[in-house]
């Protein structure tokens, strides 16, 4: 049996409406930086991001809640 190859890369994921399962992501700390990137990549392809950040920002198109996530409260 063969086995598919699977290229993964920038232009290389389904369009939203292709894909099939979608997961809801949060990231903590996505205000800027990797975290930032990450959650712009996910929303574009689909799924659901929540963002939590100190600073209340995070990229377009995400949830961002604000917060603390070393805050015992």
């Known amino acids: 049996m063969g086995r598919d190859r699977i290229q993964v890369g920038p232009g290389t994921w389904p369009a939203p409406t292709q894909r099939r399962t979608l997961v809801k992501l949060t990231i903590i700390g996505g205000s800027k930086g990797t975290g930032a990137k990450l959650a712009s990549l996910a929303q574009a392809a689909g799924h659901e991001v929540t963002v939590l950040s100190r600073s209340g920002q995070g990229p377009e198109g995400v949830r961002v ?8 409260a």
Do not use: C, Q
């Not at 809640?65 to 015992?72: E, I, Q, R, V, W």
């Open 65 to 72: 809640l604000t917060g603390d996530a070393g805050d015992p």
